[in-house]
């Protein structure tokens, strides 16, 4: 089993910037993707970005230039650095992890981007 810990959400003004981080513990031997996934409230969840084992990455279009994942295998641990933040930014924000074709899951961070 692996558990996720997800940490630095928050609020923030648009514009300004928040780093999230998801760290992964438990039976961990081979992780192959991280990621990020969030959902807004009325809307259905999206994948944000992903990055994979060999450094690959994905991004929704709508943070591409704004958004970087990264990952530390060493700690386990996927990061989101969110630059230039939008009131549409605004919504919880899940870690993802895929390992032996498993799934597992955060509980969800919280960002909000408001004045």
């Known amino acids: 089993q692996v558990q996720l810990e997800e940490s630095g959400g928050g609020l923030v003004q648009p514009g300004g910037s928040l780093r999230l981080s998801c760290a992964a513990s438990g039976s961990i031997f081979n992780i192959y993707g991280m990621g990020w996934y969030r959902q807004a409230p009325g809307k259905q969840q999206e994948l944000v970005a992903s990055i994979n084992s060999g450094g690959l990455t994905n991004y929704v279009n709508s943070v591409k230039g704004r958004f970087t994942v990264s990952r530390d295998n060493a700690k386990n641990t996927v990061y989101l650095e969110m630059n230039s933040l939008k009131p549409e930014d605004t919504a919880v924000y899940y870690c993802?992890?895929?390992?032996?074709?498993?799934?597992?899951w955060g509980q969800g961070i919280r960002v909000t981007v408001s004045s």
């Open positions: 993802n992890v895929i390992q032996s074709g498993r799934v597992y």
